[in-house]
């Protein structure tokens, strides 16, 4: 028999590969006893994936102070970012409620991240959304976490409601010129003083923004820490408390998935009590200074502060300072500038204005769109910060985000047909009366 020889090629066994494994945790109150249960998660689900065979560590993506019924979370968002660039393969958390208790944003959150092929364990009820019956499971049981947060909800409307029918002064944590220990609500002397100032200079013919400027100067700090504006200043002159006396429900929580606190105007009723604290100034004083309130907001035909008149409002965030951006108008053109700068100047930020139809031009080539469309951006755009001068970042409402520069019109660009005429007529004068001399 002939000898026969068959070359076999060598061959590496392929090592299987390693899932990239990330876990959520999320508590809805900053309160010691649930930061500690969130650390308490964090560490859990920490030891947990970095002892499991097969599993690599993709971190802990932890929001405190967060409700499960809001799709803004910060790390839930980068989370998903995370998933959408492909660095997470299955994502851990304890249950349905602390991952969402809105059944909507459960449902697409879970089909999106099925889409990614990216499993989410469900340690509690043992579910993986990526199984063939695992989102008819979740449905239901994210139809029950919606109802528990419905009824958990009504129940502290109903107790809180309760206590304000029997004139109780209810949520006062801080409030300048008081200090609270033990729910019992005593006069802080050094701060009443202030506030006796403030209620007497209002009442001499000074303005808001004169008695926060006096205040800055004398180094008296806000009840936080912070520094004193006109607004802040106006706050306490309208705050009937400082009365000893209180009017309670003025606003109200909208409903339980938004937990948004919107003014009370007529929708509930509201109580006045009287005597439920410590009076600061007497009420003769308190009325004085409301009838020069209210004859100030006639003179300047002064609106809310939070009515969202333009389309940018409230959406601009200053990257130096932290505070919103505003609209202004110099010489018939807007444009946007930081509320630091517009009250206490370079010193206090040096942010620089956008002009208005900068920001619309630059917004919709973001936005690849060939004029700009307040209902798209409004989908798409969740915030603009302006980290440097001539920078923009676009935070989109899915998580992501882009960078945009912009340029400086040159002198000629800036200058409207108006302009050029009347600096044109200024030219005439001066050579006229040149001429007469």
Same mark, same amino acid.
């Given at each position: 028999m002939e000898k026969k020889i068959i070359k076999r090629e060598r061959t590496v066994t392929a090592m299987p590969s390693q899932k990239r494994v990330a876990a959520y945790a999320r508590v809805s109150s900053g309160k010691d006893a649930m930061l500690h249960s969130l650390a308490a998660q964090v560490s859990y689900f920490s030891k947990l994936i970095q002892s499991r065979p097969g599993w690599e560590y993709a971190g802990v993506y932890a929001d405190e102070a967060a409700t499960g019924t809001k799709d803004s979370r910060t790390e839930f968002q980068r989370m998903l970012c995370d998933c959408r660039n492909d660095k997470i393969d299955m994502v851990i958390t304890k249950s349905i409620s602390r991952f969402a208790r809105n059944t909507v944003t459960l449902l697409e959150t879970v089909r999106e991240l099925k889409l990614l092929g990216v499993d989410v364990l469900f340690e509690e009820q043992k579910i993986h959304s990526i199984?063939?019956?695992?989102?008819?499971?979740?449905?239901?049981?994210?139809?029950?976490?919606?109802?528990?947060?419905?009824?958990?909800?009504?129940?502290?409307?109903?107790?809180?409601?309760?206590?304000?029918?029997?004139?109780?002064?209810?949520?006062?944590?801080?409030?300048?010129?008081?200090?609270?220990?033990?729910?019992?609500?005593?006069?802080?002397?050094?701060?009443? #003083?202030?506030?006796?100032?403030?209620?007497?200079?209002?009442?001499?013919?000074?303005?808001?923004?004169?008695?926060?400027?006096?205040?800055?100067?004398?180094?008296?700090?806000?009840?936080?820490?912070?520094?004193?504006?006109?607004?802040?200043?106006?706050?306490?002159?309208?705050?009937?408390?400082?009365?000893?006396?209180?009017?309670?429900?003025?606003?109200?929580?909208?409903?339980?998935?938004?937990?948004?606190?919107?003014?009370?105007?007529?929708?509930?009723?509201?109580?006045?009590?009287?005597?439920?604290?410590?009076?600061?100034?007497?009420?003769?004083?308190?009325?004085?200074?409301?009838?020069?309130?209210?004859?100030?907001?006639?003179?300047?035909?002064?609106?809310?502060?939070?009515?969202? #008149?333009?389309?940018?409002?409230?959406?601009?965030?200053?990257?130096?300072?932290?505070?919103?951006? #505003?609209? #202004?108008?110099?010489?018939?053109?807007?444009y946007w500038q930081c509320t630091t700068y517009m009250q206490y100047g370079k010193v206090e930020c040096h942010a620089k204005q956008i002009p208005e139809d900068i920001l619309y031009s630059v917004i919709s080539k973001a936005l690849n769109l060939t004029n700009f469309n307040e209902q798209v951006f409004k989908e798409k755009i969740l915030e603009i910060r302006v980290p440097e001068p001539n920078k923009l970042t676009f935070v989109f409402h899915h998580g992501q985000s882009i960078e945009r520069v912009w340029q400086d019109r040159s002198r000629r660009e800036s200058w409207t047909e108006e302009m050029c005429d009347a600096a044109r007529e200024r030219e005439k004068r001066r050579l006229i009366n040149g001429d007469k001399c």
């Open positions: 199984s063939n019956d695992g989102e008819l499971i979740l449905s239901i049981l994210a139809s029950c976490a919606q109802s528990e947060s419905l009824s958990v909800s009504e129940n502290c409307k109903w107790r809180i409601r309760k206590q304000f029918e029997e004139g109780v002064l209810w949520g006062l944590s801080v409030m300048f010129g008081y200090q609270i220990k033990n729910s019992i609500i005593g006069i802080h002397h050094e701060q009443a #003083r202030v506030v006796r100032m403030i209620f007497s200079d209002y009442s001499s013919g000074l303005g808001g923004s004169l008695i926060a400027k006096k205040l800055r100067e004398l180094g008296v700090p806000t009840v936080l820490g912070g520094i004193w504006n006109a607004d802040s200043v106006t706050q306490i002159i309208k705050n009937e408390k400082y009365t000893g006396n209180a009017l309670l429900q003025k606003r109200y929580v909208k409903d339980h998935m938004s937990k948004l606190l919107v003014l009370n105007c007529g929708k509930l009723p509201k109580y006045y009590a009287e005597n439920t604290h410590p009076a600061i100034v007497d009420q003769k004083t308190f009325d004085k200074a409301q009838v020069i309130l209210e004859s100030r907001r006639k003179r300047f035909k002064a609106k809310d502060s939070s009515d969202k #008149r333009y389309t940018f409002s409230s959406i601009i965030k200053c990257g130096i300072c932290g505070k919103n951006y #505003r609209r #202004r108008t110099v010489r018939g053109k807007p």
